[in-house]
């Protein structure tokens, strides 16, 4: 089982990629509509609000099966070898973070602002498993649990550009702009404490996935970890004291789910982190009991390559935008926009199916060669 790929996991990534192309069609072709971190329900349309909470899930999800994937790396190879690879892959998504990926989003060259979103933070999250894969499962279990459920006691330490901690503060819980010199700025969009937990965790519990799926309990055992999750989410929010933002009543019952759901994603919080992992793990058991294996296929193909459908997708969104804007220019404000949420979900519904074949070739193409060193890097 470990020297193949899991079809469930396959899946749940692919839908993940799914989702996320959604959030990316909506912040190219809908920006006059902005949304903030958490979202705020007083000022953003319902339709709008669960459009992005929906791709909440994406992040967490897809950094926990990255630690798991490195669990199942390292179970053919040896733990320095692992620790090699991961160093070397999490060096390989920095650099693409600030060449490749970087230039998809702003089309600018040079770039007069780095944004140091999500393949950066997996990156910097692999360097640093890379290190604590050394330390036994307890102590991972309790490193990733301290930095998930513990981080946000350190949410009023709050450090300004003339403190010598700064920009390593800012890297790892505080999303700020960090000045390189020369007009050029940073960003750092994805605090990466917390995500450092996440695939921890993720890796920690390689060996309790194994033994489920080897005793055939895999479903139960998600379901019933999702199940728990989720309850603890709830239970926490509902005491509205920590992890989070307060949520409050509102006069209507939608506006109040809305407050009682909107969740900090920068860094992500650990009612965010709970919610989102919980619904991973629930969504992973009706993988694994799916029983339309053509559609898991289907989508498993986008989990399968997700770092060339990742790539291919960015530049597709920028080069039809900027088709398009020179064609028609702006019809809102400063941006060219879609007109509603439903045209919204078309184009990237749309979009994902001639998206799917070069992802499937490139699957393929990887599987056949396996000599090539290098593609182990995609």
């Given at each position: 089982m470990t020297g193949?790929?899991?079809?469930?996991?396959d899946a749940l990534r692919g839908l993940v990629m799914l989702l996320m192309l959604v959030d990316h069609v909506r912040e190219t072709v809908y920006l006059h509509a902005q949304v903030g971190d958490p979202v705020d329900v007083m000022t953003t349309p319902p339709g709008l609000f669960f459009t992005r909470s929906l791709s909440h899930i994406c992040a967490p999800v897809f950094i926990a099966l990255t630690g798991l994937g490195a669990w199942f790396h390292g179970a053919?190879?040896?733990?320095?070898?692992?620790?090699?690879?991961?160093?070397?892959?999490?060096?390989?998504?920095?650099?693409?973070?600030?060449?490749?990926?970087?230039?998809?989003?702003?089309?600018?060259?040079?770039?007069?602002?780095?944004?140091?979103?999500?393949?950066?933070?997996?990156?910097?999250?692999?360097?640093?498993?890379?290190?604590l894969l050394h330390l036994s499962r307890p102590w991972q279990l309790a490193v990733g649990l301290l930095?998930?459920?513990?981080?946000?006691?350190?949410?009023?330490?709050?450090?300004t550009g003339e403190s010598p901690f700064f920009v390593p503060?800012?890297?790892?819980?505080?999303?700020?702009?960090?000045?390189?010199?020369?007009?050029?700025?940073?960003?750092?969009?994805?605090?990466?404490?917390p995500w450092i937990g996440v695939i921890v965790l993720g890796y920690a519990t390689g060996p309790w996935f194994a033994r489920i799926r080897a005793e055939g309990t895999t479903i139960r055992r998600l379901l019933t970890l999702g199940a728990a999750l989720l309850a603890g989410f709830v239970a926490i929010r509902w005491l509205n004291v920590y992890g989070d933002a307060?949520?409050?009543?509102?006069?209507?019952?939608?506006?109040?789910?809305?407050?009682?759901?909107?969740?900090?994603?920068y860094p992500p919080s650990l009612l965010f982190l709970l919610a989102t992992l919980g619904a991973g793990a629930v969504l992973l058991a009706l993988f694994e009991a799916a029983e339309d294996r053509r559609t898991t296929a289907a989508i498993a193909i986008f989990g399968a390559a997700p770092m060339f459908f990742y790539g291919?997708?960015?530049y597709v969104l920028k080069a039809g935008y900027l088709v398009a804007y020179a064609l028609y220019g702006p019809n809102q404000g400063e941006y060219l926009s879609v007109p509603n949420l439903g045209v919204l979900w078309l184009l990237a519904a749309a979009l994902a199916v001639p998206l799917y074949y070069p992802t499937r070739g490139f699957a393929r193409w990887k599987r056949r060669r396996r000599d090539l060193v290098w593609l182990r890097y995609f």
């Open positions: 193949r790929r899991v079809a469930s996991i053919t190879h040896t733990r320095r070898e692992t620790s090699t690879f991961l160093l070397e892959r999490g060096a390989f998504l920095v650099l693409l973070e600030l060449t490749v990926v970087g230039f998809a989003w702003t089309a600018e060259f040079p770039p007069s602002r780095f944004f140091l979103q999500v393949i950066w933070c997996i990156g910097i999250c692999m360097i640093a498993l890379a290190g930095l998930v459920a513990g981080h946000n006691l350190l949410d009023g330490v709050v450090l503060w800012a890297i790892l819980h505080q999303r700020d702009i960090i000045e390189l010199g020369a007009g050029v700025t940073a960003r750092t969009s994805y605090p990466v404490l307060p949520w409050f009543v509102a006069p209507d019952a939608l506006t109040t789910v809305m407050s009682f759901l909107s969740l900090t994603k291919v997708h960015l």
